[in-house]
C-alpha cells in the first residue's frame, strides 16, 4: 500500500519533519505578533487544510476562524486569472485582524483579489501567511507576510496541495512528474 503511484513523484522537496518545525516556528511568531488583537484566521479551501489545521494547534491565543472557497484553476496547472468565490465568510469581519491562511502564492491573482474584496469589509487589519512562496511565477503585486518554503518554479503536490483533487494526503510536499499532466494534452 502507498499514498500514490510512486512514478507521479519526481522528488521530495519538503519532508514531513521539516513541515511540522515550520508550522511551530510560524505559529509561535504569530503567537507573538497577534498578542491582545482580535484574529480571526481565514482558510482558503480547499489546500490550506493541511497547513491551517497544523499552524492553528501552535497560535496560543484566543481566535476565530472562517473558511473561502474560491477557484481559479481547472483541473489543469495553468492560472486562468479568473477567481470566483464558491463560498463566502459567514460573518461580517469589521473590526477584526485578519490572518489569511493560503497554501501556496504563485502567480498572486487569487489572494489579490480576494484581500481587495475582503478590506471592503473594514477589517481592522489584514495579512498574509502561506506555506510555500514561488515568487518566479508572480504576476500580481503581492507579496506574503509570513512565508514558510520559497520554492522555485515547480508544480507541488501534497500537504494539502492538489493535481486535479489528487495528492492532498501526501504527509509531504512533493514535485509531480510532468509526465502526470503531460498526459492531459494526449
Ligand atoms: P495563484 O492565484 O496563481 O497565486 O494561485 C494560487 C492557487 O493555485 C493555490 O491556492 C493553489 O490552489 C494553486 N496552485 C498554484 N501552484 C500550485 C502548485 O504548484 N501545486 C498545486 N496547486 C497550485
Ligand atoms: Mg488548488
Redesign the pocket.
Known amino acids: 500500500m502507498s499514498y500514490f503511484h510512486s512514478s507521479d513523484i519526481e522528488r521530495v522537496l519538503i519532508t514531513e519533519e521539516e513541515l511540522k518545525e515550520a508550522t511551530q516556528k510560524l505559529g509561535a511568531q504569530i503567537t507573538k505578533d497577534y498578542e491582545g488583537k482580535n484574529l480571526m484566521i481565514i482558510g482558503?479551501l480547499k489546500?490550506?487544510v493541511t497547513f491551517l489545521v497544523d499552524l492553528i494547534r501552535h497560535i496560543e491565543l484566543p481566535l476565530k476562524m472562517d473558511f473561502m472557497a474560491v477557484s481559479?484553476?481547472g483541473a489543469g496547472?495553468k492560472?486562468t486569472g479568473v477567481?470566483r468565490i464558491l463560498k463566502d465568510l459567514d460573518k461580517p469581519i469589521e473590526g477584526m485582524d485578519i490572518l489569511i491562511v493560503?497554501?501556496?502564492?504563485?502567480?498572486?491573482?487569487?489572494?489579490s483579489y480576494l484581500t481587495a474584496m475582503l478590506r471592503e469589509r473594514q477589517p481592522a487589519s489584514i495579512r498574509i501567511a502561506t506555506l510555500l512562496d514561488?515568487p518566479e511565477?508572480r504576476t500580481a503585486d503581492i507579496k506574503p507576510d509570513y512565508t514558510c518554503f520559497t520554492i522555485p518554479d515547480?508544480?507541488?503536490?501534497g500537504y494539502g496541495?492538489?493535481?486535479d483533487e489528487q495528492y492532498r494526503n501526501l504527509p509531504f510536499v512533493g514535485i509531480l512528474s510532468p509526465k502526470v499532466y503531460n498526459k492531459e494534452g494526449e
Open positions: 482558503v489546500g490550506s481559479s484553476y496547472v492560472t477567481v493560503e497554501d501556496i502564492l504563485d502567480s498572486g491573482l487569487t489572494l514561488k511565477r515547480e508544480f507541488v503536490i496541495l492538489d493535481y
